[in-house]
Each structure stands twice: as structure tokens, then as C-alpha cells.
């Protein structure tokens, strides 16, 4: 018997599929764009939720992690389009499979760093440097000019993946929806796993951690640097839909989106990104096409939920989570 | 004798000018339960600080099973076998109280970095958690949150825990503390047959439970120890009436 | 390198530090007394600035614009404090920092339907304009040597008003211990909403003068509001103290940097090479400095007792 929010869940990964494959055969490629930027805003999140939900690790620098992943793309594709060696006699590449995992690991390893030396912090001193260190990257980015500087770097023709068109978007969509899926089952295993039940015992109770032998540190560092790789991948795949990598990818706006992501679909949940990303997408959409100023409404609309309604959309359909 | 478990030896740990451990010297030697007892604000609680490593003593050496654990962390610590059970219940509270258990056995089996098994179909943790759970008569709310648990069955959850680390000592803060006689009574009759398992030093206010369970007792004031003895020398200690007995009986 | 651009540059320096200081200050009461961390502190910062250049617009009076952005600023916080903030108090830091994002939105989008998009200009007062000669022969301006002046007596008038009065005595206390206060028969709310607002006004101050130098525009405030966060970080949370010399230290730090390094690469690379990686290198120094205060020391330099 299923629970009420895994049926929940099977809607909602059915509606993301449905939606643009329908959209494509009424040949609305419009709506099919929609749609990959919510699977690929998801995509981020849920990574972000791998420390946020999971560990409790209120970041608010992932912004760090997407551009660095967007950067990768974008850099990569530039070399691989003029043929310029890249450094130490590598060459660029517009191989989709090749670009996501230098994003992964470039974003990973990046997370490492950045975590070893906020993790040795919690509470808001966690937060106010993991702000920091994003900012950082993004002031960095914006006097490098090697690659766009403040304005950014074009990739001029999508990336490629073997076998597929990528060219058309209910392609491209179908990549950033099976990512998507991926990682949500990685962090289903994950959650459930030994790794998992040290990470969620760490948000709950520290001192209970460590007072079994586990120190949480090393077991949050881990977490947060899988968390920066997936969300790196996500900036990979969102340069790739965009073709163009800018500043913004990085700035603190974005760090704060992803939280927003989160909450609005359900703090915790496995689908509250996936929930909360095609919410925001839809509030874009509409409100935006209403008036210019629709975030003065998202503003009032996320006020909402966080003073009243703190399970976010998951939690008025769900119910309470559950835990094992 | 035999050589003592743990050992502490002239332990000192000052707040600015409060010598809140001030040259504290004491041991647990296998099979014995050592009582340390004391008025409010005479240090227990720094002092088991120091013992578990959440603070550092300024001076003097801890020697458990064998090796100076002065210089190691919390966790560490507790990997070589130092159980220990908090005053106020320290537990993940959303998780079930097998889930509880199961953190500490993994633990206990060593790595926590497995990233694809569920644990929840791990007979090997599983198995093991329940049959603590067992122990401390918990089976049957293995599933509940520990949340929901009791007051007193979160003490016999955090006693299951520590008996899953395969403990060479325990170190419990005030089990007995908002227990009924109920509770204080088949408690006292379970940490009776613990000590055949580990040693334990109770620090402990129910002075019945005290008497019943002790074979050594240290009494802690101002920092210092000022008496160690049977429970039958400790009542009879003129020093430990006036400073402390006296303002009980 | 001549002696008269170092001092002009260590002077800007202090002036990005003064800056700073009277957004940490507020930052940093605010969370030492309850626990709140606001992400909305740079909206408060940029509505002091929107105010006085309003205001000076329609008067012709940069004095009075002054006196607007901090009343405008301080209501603002009370408001906010009333309407949203103090149902904040008791959250989690998560719950704290999604609701003043959710401010910073509304602020933003706020201020840009009534402004528009395009950022306002002010003028600096007439008193304040010219410039005098520094040691070394190089010209400074008057203005910015009034707002190091306007820092420095801000940070004095703190130290009188933490140390020496009864409001401060109040917020020491609610410092150190939040239940003592109430029984003390302090009314905590009533307390609180005057902290805010106290913090709201130097924010909008801050805006204010720096409105002067720069455009003021919608967003002027984030990127303020996080080299404070950087500040408070290097100076401990919760201390003033901190978060004076956190601010001053930034603020020389980013300044020097910027003039410095790319020299100090000319020794290593060719001039137009070094001029690029030292730019970027620059931008990136105040948080390595923070990386590496926090290395020695994770709660800062003057980390407060109870935070």
C-alpha cells in the first residue's frame, strides 16, 4: 500500500513527463523549455536538499556549486567549438557525458573546500559563510574576463550526447528529466542508507552522533561535497538550456531561490524540490505574465508559507513527513 | 587488583577563577559500580565533560582501557568503548527507537560511509538493535519515534544504545532522575547484572539507589574529592556528613 | 607608487569600513540580542538611501533627505519588526533567513514600482563638497572624510548608549540572559522593536551617505549587506566591538588589495597579465582573510559569550 505522498510523488514525475511530451506532439516547444527548466531546477535543489533536507546544513552558497557547474559547460564547449587547448595541453569538448562529469567533480571538489572550512561552523555563522564564499566565486567570475567577465560566455551550439539529437528540445528535455530521476533515486538510497541515517542523526542530534562514535564532521563534509557536485551537474545542464553562462548563475539571488525551491515544495521531502521548482516555474510564468513586478508577489506568497504554512505545498497534500 | 578501566588522575578544569575540577583523582575497576555523588554545583558535570571529552581538562592525565584519551575527541572516545547516557535524553528524536539503536550498531561495526543499502533491510543491524531493545524490555515500541517514548523509556533507549557500542565502561548521568519508584526500582535491578558486563560510574541524586548499587562510592565537593570509600565508610565519614550527608538526613 | 595615493586609498579604506560598520552594528545587535539573523538588513540600508534622495529631491535639502532616510529607515524596521520579525524570534535560522529573503523581494520589487527602474542621483551638500589637501600634496574630498567623521561618532555614540544608559543596560541584559530581562519587569517586545529600529536607522544612514557617492538603485543594498556578514564573521557575532575592527579591517583590507596586489604581481608577471589576475585575485581577498581568521579562530575574533 502506498502512502498518500508516494502517490503523490508518481503524479507529480508522471505530470513533469506528460506535460512536455504533450506539449511536443501539439508542437508547443514552449511549454517543453518550461518544463526542462523546472527538471533542471529541481535537479539543483535536490542536490542542495542532500545537505539542507537530509543534513541540516542551511546553505546559503549553492549558487557557488550551479555556476561553477554552468562554468564548466561554457568553458568546455568554448574550447571545444575553437579548438584552443584549454590548459596543460587539454583540449575543450562538447561531449555532454565528458562535460558533466569535469561539472561534477569541479563543483565537488570546490564544495569540499568550501565546506572544510565552513563546517567547522554551524547556525547562522554556517550560513553567513557559505554566502560569503559564493560571493566570492561570483566577484571572481566577474573580474576574470578570460570568459565573459560581467557579461557572461555564450555557448553557441547545444551541447552533443551520443545518439541523441540534443538540438531538439523534447530531447534535451528528456536528458534533464532522466538526471532528474537519477538523483532522486540517489537520494532515496542515500536517505536510506547507512551515510544517510549518520547525516539525518547529525541534523537531529549532534551530540548523539558523536557520543556513538561517528564524527559528524567528516560525515557532513561528505554530504556537502555531493550535494555541490549535484548541484554543479544541474549548472551544467542549465547553461546547456540557456546556451549561455553569465554571473547571475552565481549570485546570491540564486543561492536563495534554491532554498526557496525547497520550502515551497516541503522542507525534507524527497519531491519537495521537484514540487517546489515546477510551483516557482508556474509563479514565473503566470504571475510574470501579469506584471512585471511578480516577485513582489512571490515575496508575499513565500512570507506565507514560511510563517504559515511551513510544510510547503508537500505538507498541505501529504500530511506530516514521516520518518523511518 | 586488577588494573582499573578508567583512571583519572589529578584532573583540573578552570572557569576563570572557579576550579571547577580541582585535582580530581579516581578510578573504576572492572565489575564494580562506582557511585559519585555530590551537592549541586560540586563539578559532577564538568567532570564528566572532561571524562567524554566535550571539554578538555587543563591539566592531569585519563587513561581508559589502557591508553590516554586526555587528547581525543568525543567521538573517538566513545569508539573505544566508552558508553555513556545523558542527563537529559540526548537521542535523534525523529527516528524510531530502532533506528536509534541501529545508529549506534553501525557504528559499532565501523564505517557509516556506505551510501546504497538500506538500512532497514539489514538483518545484521536490525537483528542486533532489536535484541538490545530487548534487553531494556523497549521491543515493543521499537517502531515509535523517540519523540513519543516516554520519559523513562528514553532512559532505557539511551542504556540500549550504549549497550550496543559493546561498551568496555559505562557512564551514566542521573538515570534514576524523573523516574517513579517504579522505574527507579527495576532500573536499579538491571544495573545490578549491567556491571557484570562493564563497570559503571553513576553519578546519581536518588541516594536508595545509590546505597543499593554501589560497591565504591566517591563523594565530589567543590571540585575536590574529598572521600572515597565503601557505601558503609562513606556513611560513617565525618567529612562527607558535614559537607554533604548532613544536609540530606 | 607614490606616498599620497597609499594614504588616499587607506582613507577610502576607512570610509568602506565606516560603512560597513554602521550596517554590522545593527547586524550584529540585533542577533546578539534576539537571535535573528535578518537578510533584510540591505533593504533597510537602500530604503534610507531611496528616502534621502527623495527627499532631497523635493526639498533641495540633503539635511533633510538625511533625516528622512533615518526616520524612513528606522519606521520601516519597526514595521517589519511588528508585521513579520517577531514571529520569527522563536524559528529556526532556515525559517529566519526564507522570510527576510522574502522581505529583501518585497522591498525590492516594492521600491522599483514606486521609484522605477532607473536609480536616483544625489547630491553632495554644499557644506560638504571641495576637497582638501592630504600630507603628500594629493587632494581628498570633504565628504568622504565627514562620513569616517558621521562612523566615528556613530560607534561613539553606541559605546555611550550600550555602556552608560538605561537602554543599554536593558540590551546587555537581554544579551546574556532573555528571561531575566522579563523578570526584571523590562518589557521584551516593546525592547526588541526599539533594537530593530535602532539597527534599521544606521542601515538607512549608511545608505544614505553612501548615496552621495554612488547611484541609488534598487539592489544597492545585498551586496553590502553580505561583506557585513563578513565582518560580523571575522568579529564575532553578537560583539560591537568586533564588528568595529571586523569593519575597519575589511574595509582597508579590500581597498589596499585592490590597489596593491596587482602591483605586487608586476614582480611575477607582465604588466597587463598581472593586472588582470591581481583584479581578481583583489576581489577574492576579504574572504580569504575571513577562511583563514576562521581557520584560527571559527567564532571570530571577539566571539560573544553566549552566541
Known amino acids: 500500500m502506498l502512502s498518500r505522498e508516494s502517490l503523490i510523488n508518481i503524479l507529480l514525475a508522471v505530470l513533469l513527463?506528460?506535460?512536455?511530451?504533450?506539449?511536443?506532439?501539439?508542437?508547443?516547444?514552449?511549454?517543453?523549455?518550461?518544463?526542462?527548466?523546472?527538471?533542471?531546477?529541481?535537479?539543483?535543489?535536490?542536490?542542495?536538499?542532500?545537505?539542507?533536507?537530509?543534513?541540516?546544513?542551511?546553505?546559503?552558497?549553492?549558487?557557488?556549486?550551479?555556476?561553477?557547474?554552468?562554468?564548466?559547460?561554457?568553458?568546455?564547449?568554448?574550447?571545444?567549438?575553437?579548438?584552443?587547448?584549454?590548459?596543460?595541453?587539454?583540449?575543450?569538448?562538447?561531449?555532454?557525458?565528458?562535460?558533466?562529469?569535469?561539472?561534477?567533480?569541479?563543483?565537488?571538489?570546490?564544495?569540499?573546500?568550501?565546506?572544510?572550512?565552513?563546517?567547522?561552523?554551524?547556525?547562522?555563522?554556517?550560513?553567513?559563510?557559505?554566502?560569503?564564499?559564493?560571493?566570492?566565486?561570483?566577484?571572481?567570475?566577474?573580474?576574470?574576463?578570460?570568459?565573459?567577465?560581467?557579461?557572461?560566455?555564450?555557448?553557441?551550439?547545444r551541447n552533443q550526447f551520443p545518439g541523441v539529437n540534443t538540438m531538439r528540445?523534447?530531447?534535451?528535455?528528456?536528458?534533464?528529466?532522466?538526471?532528474?530521476?537519477?538523483?532522486?533515486?540517489?537520494?532515496?538510497?542515500?536517505?536510506?542508507?547507512?551515510?544517510?541515517?549518520?547525516?539525518?542523526?547529525?541534523?537531529?542530534?549532534?551530540?548523539?552522533?558523536?557520543?556513538?562514535?561517528?564524527?559528524?564532521?567528516?560525515?557532513?563534509?561528505?554530504?556537502?561535497?555531493?550535494?555541490?557536485?549535484?548541484?554543479?551537474?544541474?549548472?551544467?545542464?542549465?547553461?546547456?538550456?540557456?546556451?549561455?553562462?553569465?554571473?547571475?548563475?552565481?549570485?546570491?539571488?540564486?543561492?536563495?531561490?534554491?532554498?526557496?525551491?525547497?520550502?515551497?515544495g516541503g522542507t525534507g521531502r524527497l519531491f519537495g524540490p521537484l514540487a517546489g521548482a515546477a510551483l516557482f516555474v508556474i509563479f514565473e510564468y503566470v504571475l510574470g505574465g501579469l506584471t512585471e513586478r511578480w516577485q513582489f508577489f512571490l515575496g508575499l506568497i513565500l512570507l506565507g508559507t514560511v510563517l504559515f504554512a511551513r510544510g510547503g505545498l508537500l505538507g498541505l497534500l501529504a500530511g506530516k513527513a514521516r520518518h523511518g | 587488583m586488577a588494573e582499573p578501566v578508567l583512571q583519572l588522575s589529578d584532573l583540573a578544569k578552570s572557569f576563570g577563577a572557579l576550579r571547577a575540577t580541582d585535582g580530581v583523582s579516581l578510578d573504576l575497576r572492572p565489575g564494580e559500580i562506582h557511585a559519585l555523588i555530590g551537592p549541586n554545583g560540586a563539578g559532577k558535570s564538568t567532570l564528566i565533560h572532561q571524562i567524554c571529552g566535550?571539554?578538555?581538562?587543563?591539566?592531569?592525565?585519563?587513561?581508559?582501557?589502557?591508553?590516554?584519551?586526555?587528547?581525543?575527541?568525543?567521538?573517538?572516545?566513545?569508539?573505544?568503548?566508552?558508553?555513556?547516557?545523558?542527563?537529559?535524553?540526548?537521542?535523534?528524536?525523529?527516528?524510531?527507537?530502532?533506528?536509534?539503536?541501529?545508529l549506534a550498531v553501525q557504528a559499532q561495526q565501523g564505517s557509516s560511509f556506505r551510501f546504497f543499502k538500506p538500512v532497514m533491510s539489514d538483518a545484521s543491524l536490525i537483528d542486533t538493535s532489536m535484541a538490545m531493545l530487548e534487553r531494556v524490555g523497549l521491543q515493543d515500541r521499537a517502531r515509535l519515534p523517540a519523540a513519543e517514548l516516554s520519559h523513562g523509556e528514553r532512559r532505557k533507549l539511551e542504556i540500549a544504545i550504549a549497550l550496543a557500542l559493546n561498551s568496555k565502561a559505562f557512564l551514566l548521568d542521573e538515570p534514576m532522575a524523573g523516574m517513579g519508584p517504579e522505574g527507579s526500582k527495576s532500573l536499579t535491578g538491571f544495573l545490578d547484572g549491567l556491571r557484570q558486563e562493564a563497570p559503571i560510574l553513576l553519578v546519581e541524586h536518588d541516594m536508595d539507589a545509590v546505597f543499593a548499587l554501589a560497591d565504591r562510592i566517591s563523594v565530589l565537593v567543590y571540585g575536590k574529592v574529598i572521600a572515597t570509600g565503601t557505601v558503609d565508610e562513606i556513611r560513617s565519614d565525618p567529612a562527607v556528613r558535614t559537607a554533604y550527608l548532613g544536609d540530606h538526613a | 607608487?607614490?606616498?599620497?595615493?597609499?594614504?588616499?586609498?587607506?582613507?577610502?579604506?576607512?570610509?568602506?569600513?565606516?560603512?560597513?560598520?554602521?550596517?554590522?552594528?545593527?547586524?550584529?545587535?540585533?542577533?546578539?540580542?534576539?537571535?535573528?539573523?535578518?537578510?533584510?538588513?540591505?533593504?533597510?540600508?537602500?530604503?534610507?538611501?531611496?528616502?534621502?534622495?527623495?527627499?532631497?529631491?523635493?526639498?533641495?535639502?540633503?539635511?533633510?533627505?538625511?533625516?528622512?532616510?533615518?526616520?524612513?529607515?528606522?519606521?520601516?524596521?519597526?514595521?517589519?519588526?511588528?508585521?513579520?520579525?517577531?514571529?520569527?524570534?522563536?524559528?529556526?535560522?532556515?525559517?529566519?533567513?526564507?522570510?527576510?529573503?522574502?522581505?529583501?523581494?518585497?522591498?525590492?520589487?516594492?521600491?522599483?514600482?514606486?521609484?522605477?527602474?532607473?536609480?536616483?542621483?544625489?547630491?553632495?551638500?554644499?557644506?560638504?563638497?571641495?576637497?582638501?589637501?592630504?600630507?603628500?600634496g594629493a587632494q581628498y574630498p570633504v565628504y568622504r572624510l565627514a562620513i569616517i567623521a558621521a562612523g566615528a561618532l556613530v560607534a561613539l555614540g553606541l559605546y555611550v548608549l550600550i555602556g552608560k544608559t538605561r537602554l543599554g543596560m536593558r540590551i546587555r541584559a537581554g544579551e546574556s540572559d532573555r528571561e531575566m530581562i522579563g523578570a526584571l519587569g523590562v518589557d521584551i517586545r516593546t525592547l526588541y522593536t526599539v533594537v530593530f529600529a535602532l539597527?534599521?536607522?544606521?542601515?538607512?544612514?549608511?545608505?544614505?551617505?553612501?548615496?552621495?557617492?554612488?547611484?541609488?538603485?534598487?539592489g544597492m543594498g545585498e551586496p553590502v549587506l553580505i561583506l557585513a556578514f563578513v565582518v560580523i564573521v571575522i568579529g564575532g557575532i553578537g560583539s560591537i566591538k568586533g564588528a568595529l575592527l571586523g569593519a575597519l579591517l575589511v574595509g582597508v583590507v579590500d581597498t589596499m588589495g585592490r590597489l596593491l596586489l596587482p602591483q605586487l604581481l608586476t614582480l611575477f608577471f607582465p604588466p597587463s597579465q598581472a593586472g588582470m589576475i591581481g583584479a581578481a585575485a583583489a576581489s577574492m581577498l576579504i574572504y580569504v582573510m575571513m577562511a583563514l581568521i576562521l581557520a584560527v579562530k571559527p567564532r571570530g575574533l571577539f566571539p560573544a559569550a553566549h552566541a
Open chain 1, 17 to 157: 513527463l506528460a506535460v512536455p511530451l504533450a506539449a511536443n506532439a501539439y508542437g508547443e516547444p514552449f511549454y517543453v523549455t518550461l518544463a526542462t527548466r523546472v527538471a533542471i531546477l529541481a535537479l539543483a535543489a535536490t542536490g542542495l536538499n542532500l545537505a539542507l533536507g537530509l543534513g541540516g546544513l542551511v546553505s546559503f552558497g549553492h549558487a557557488a556549486f550551479f555556476g561553477i557547474g554552468g562554468y564548466a559547460a561554457g568553458i568546455l564547449a568554448t574550447h571545444g567549438f575553437s579548438g584552443d587547448p584549454l590548459f596543460f595541453g587539454l583540449s575543450g569538448t562538447n561531449q555532454m557525458p565528458v562535460i558533466w562529469l569535469v561539472a561534477m567533480v569541479a563543483a565537488g571538489l570546490v564544495g569540499l573546500l568550501i565546506g572544510a572550512i565552513s563546517l567547522r561552523t554551524s547556525g547562522v555563522y554556517f550560513i553567513m559563510i557559505t554566502l560569503a564564499f559564493a560571493q566570492m566565486v561570483y566577484y571572481f567570475a566577474i573580474s576574470w574576463p578570460a570568459y565573459g567577465g560581467e557579461d557572461g560566455l555564450s555557448i553557441l551550439v
Open chain 1, 169 to 264: 528540445p523534447v530531447n534535451f528535455f528528456l536528458i534533464c528529466y532522466v538526471a532528474l530521476m537519477a538523483a532522486l533515486g540517489l537520494f532515496v538510497l542515500i536517505r536510506s542508507s547507512r551515510f544517510g541515517t549518520a547525516l539525518q542523526a547529525a541534523r537531529q542530534n549532534e551530540v548523539r552522533v558523536a557520543t556513538v562514535g561517528i564524527a559528524p564532521y567528516r560525515i557532513r563534509l561528505t554530504a556537502f561535497a555531493l550535494s555541490a557536485a549535484m548541484t554543479g551537474l544541474a549548472g551544467a545542464l542549465f547553461a546547456d538550456l540557456n546556451r549561455f553562462v553569465s554571473p547571475s548563475m552565481l549570485s546570491w539571488h540564486m543561492s536563495g531561490e534554491l532554498i526557496v525551491l525547497i520550502i515551497l
Open chain 2, 54 to 102: 566535550t571539554l578538555r581538562q587543563d591539566s592531569g592525565t585519563i587513561r581508559f582501557a589502557g591508553q590516554d584519551i586526555g587528547h581525543l575527541g568525543v567521538s573517538e572516545r566513545s569508539r573505544l568503548g566508552l558508553g555513556r547516557t545523558f542527563q537529559v535524553s540526548s537521542l535523534a528524536s525523529e527516528f524510531s527507537a530502532l533506528r536509534n539503536v541501529m
Open chain 3, 1 to 136: 607608487m607614490t606616498f599620497a595615493l597609499a594614504l588616499e586609498q587607506l582613507l577610502n579604506g576607512l570610509q568602506l569600513g565606516v560603512m560597513l560598520f554602521l550596517m554590522a552594528a545593527g547586524l550584529t545587535l540585533i542577533f546578539g540580542v534576539m537571535g535573528l539573523i535578518n537578510l533584510a538588513h540591505g533593504s533597510l540600508y537602500m530604503v534610507g538611501a531611496f528616502a534621502c534622495a527623495a527627499v532631497a529631491a523635493a526639498t533641495g535639502s540633503f539635511w533633510l533627505g538625511l533625516v528622512a532616510s533615518l526616520a524612513c529607515a528606522a519606521a520601516a524596521g519597526a514595521i517589519i519588526e511588528l508585521l513579520v520579525i517577531r514571529r520569527l524570534y522563536d524559528r529556526e535560522h532556515l525559517d529566519q533567513v526564507l522570510a527576510t529573503f522574502a522581505l529583501i523581494l518585497i522591498f525590492s520589487e516594492g521600491t522599483r514600482w514606486v521609484f522605477g527602474s532607473f536609480p536616483l542621483y544625489l547630491d553632495i551638500p554644499p557644506l560638504l563638497q571641495g576637497a582638501v589637501a592630504l600630507p603628500g
Open chain 3, 199 to 218: 539597527g534599521a536607522a544606521l542601515a538607512g544612514l549608511a545608505g544614505a551617505m553612501v548615496g552621495a557617492l554612488q547611484s541609488v538603485q534598487v
